[in-house]
Nanobody, 120 residues
Framework: QVQLEESGGGLVQPGGSLRLSCAAS????????MGWYRQAPGKERELVAH???????NYADSVKGRFTISRDNAKNTVYLQMNSLKPEDTAVYYC??????????????WGQGTQVTVSS
């Protein structure tokens, strides 16, 4: 009974910025890791950014220095700030969260995806 709702996608010009949000609702006890993935037409889904509950982050080489992942635990939300966008960033972006109860199995959940298009 967990739902992840994404927002913030859209059409931007090269060099522009966009901020994605993903909020979880439902039976949430604690959210561990959070991440953003993307999938371009004809390509495999790839990890874009990842953040632990403690705030440790990592990024795909292709977005380092341009994208920033952050989280607000009080709001059960993860964000992806995207700057200096390139046409190559065009893809459907999906958020992912690991949710569970301490001492029990953790389950991964996915957002519905939001389209990001970078074009002049």
């Amino acid at each position: 009974q967990v739902q992840l709702e994404e927002s913030g996608g859209g059409l931007v010009q090269p060099g522009g910025s966009l901020r994605l949000s993903c909020a979880a609702s439902g039976s949430i006890f604690i959210i561990y890791d959070m991440g953003w993935y993307r999938q371009a037409p004809g390509k495999e889904r790839e990890l874009v950014a990842h953040i632990t509950r403690g705030g440790t982050t990592n990024y795909a080489d292709s977005v380092k220095g341009r994208f920033t992942i952050s989280r607000d635990n009080a709001k059960n939300t993860v964000y992806l700030q995207m700057n200096s966008l390139k046409p190559e960033d065009t893809a459907v972006y999906y958020c992912n969260m690991e949710i569970g109860i301490p001492g029990t199995l953790r389950n991964a959940y996915w957002g519905q995806g939001t389209q990001v298009t970078v074009s002049s």
